[in-house]
């Protein structure tokens, strides 16, 4: 069976585990979290190889949260061979039954995949990881996609964003007993509650193959100091506007002007922690006129100003 991720499980266990041990020392007493590893297919190992001890999920009885952990895949062909495996579609049985008797569905990173595979986000909203975004879309175009949210609540099934947002994932189910709990986990674990993934996003690594967007793509890193014209990108990608925004709409999730603002920030964070440029020289390298809109964007989209991005590497 394919194996899950080594961090992601982690991650989820590590946060469980502090919260049931810190919990012991607020009036409210132990959360009473009763975690179990359990396996579907002969048994549970990790993408580096590691044995995972568990026990048969068809053993156990309806449990309140089920927790799908990610698989260890990367890319989506290689995502998409492991969602082939027969463990696969035996999970989603199992969790279709799971759901129907009141269970509420949680994953995160590629573990959402399994969650769609299942058909259990047909019609709802649900994030994943940001990088696997359009292959999502395309995969599962029932599903709306809010990839730039770090954890979506869909009422009775919980997803969430890249790998490390396993420990988002398990915040959010702690504070659903707990808000005092969460709170003093994430201060254990130096982490914080984050609501986008929008800041980690790199745009040429969204993973898709669309010939179009592929070249207006291209268009948008060549065009960054000359502006945005739709007009212009669509000539150049040899299509109409509509067309184009329909492409781009469709495989990435947003509009062509959305998009080239995300290459815009992207080459101006490059530029401003790996340039001694000015901040003025840097907005005219991407497209504006002053430095007054490039700093208003930058703290828009990622809230870091530009002396914080600056120090970030230095």
Not at 9 to 34: I, N, R, T
Not at 288 to 312: D, K, M, P, Q, W
Request: hydrophobic fraction near 45%; include cysteine.
């Amino acid at each position: 069976m394919p194996g899950v991720s080594d961090t992601g499980l982690a991650a989820l266990q590590d946060s469980f585990s502090l919260a049931e041990e810190l919990s012991a020392s607020f009036e409210c007493g132990a959360l009473g979290f009763d975690v179990v590893r359990v396996h579907v297919g002969d048994y549970v190992q990790t993408a580096h190889g590691l044995s995972v001890p568990s026990i048969d999920a068809e053993t156990i009885a309806t449990p309140n949260v089920v927790v799908v952990a990610a698989i260890g895949a990367k890319t989506p062909d290689a995502l998409a061979n492991a969602l082939l495996h027969d463990s696969v579609r035996t999970a989603g049985s199992l969790l279709r039954k799971w759901h129907g008797e009141g269970a509420i569905i949680a994953a995160a990173c590629t573990g959402t995949f399994v969650v769609a595979e299942a058909g259990l986000l047909d019609g709802l909203t649900s994030t994943t990881s940001w990088w696997l975004g359009p292959y999502f879309r395309s995969r599962y175009p029932r599903v709306k996609l809010a990839d730039e949210v770090m954890v979506y609540n869909a009422g009775t099934i919980v997803t969430a964003g890249a790998v490390l947002a396993h420990f988002d994932l398990a915040l959010w189910l702690i504070r659903q007993s707990s808000p005092i709990v969460a709170a003093q986990t994430a201060r254990y674990l130096v982490t914080e509650a984050r609501v986008s993934q929008a800041g980690y996003v790199i745009p040429d690594h969204l993973r898709h193959n669309d010939p179009f967007v592929q070249r207006f793509e291209h268009w948008s890193r060549q065009n960054l100091a000359g502006g945005f014209s739709l007009r212009s990108a669509a000539k150049t990608v040899g299509t109409s506007p509509r067309t184009l925004s329909r492409k781009v709409q469709r495989v990435i999730g947003k509009s062509p002007l959305a998009y080239f603002q995300d290459v815009r920030v992207e080459r101006a964070v490059h530029l401003l922690q790996t340039t001694n440029e000015s901040v003025d020289e840097v907005a005219a390298m991407v497209g504006y006129s002053n430095r007054v809109t490039l700093c208003a964007l930058l703290r828009r989209r990622l809230g870091r100003s530009v002396s914080e991005i600056r120090s970030f590497t230095r």
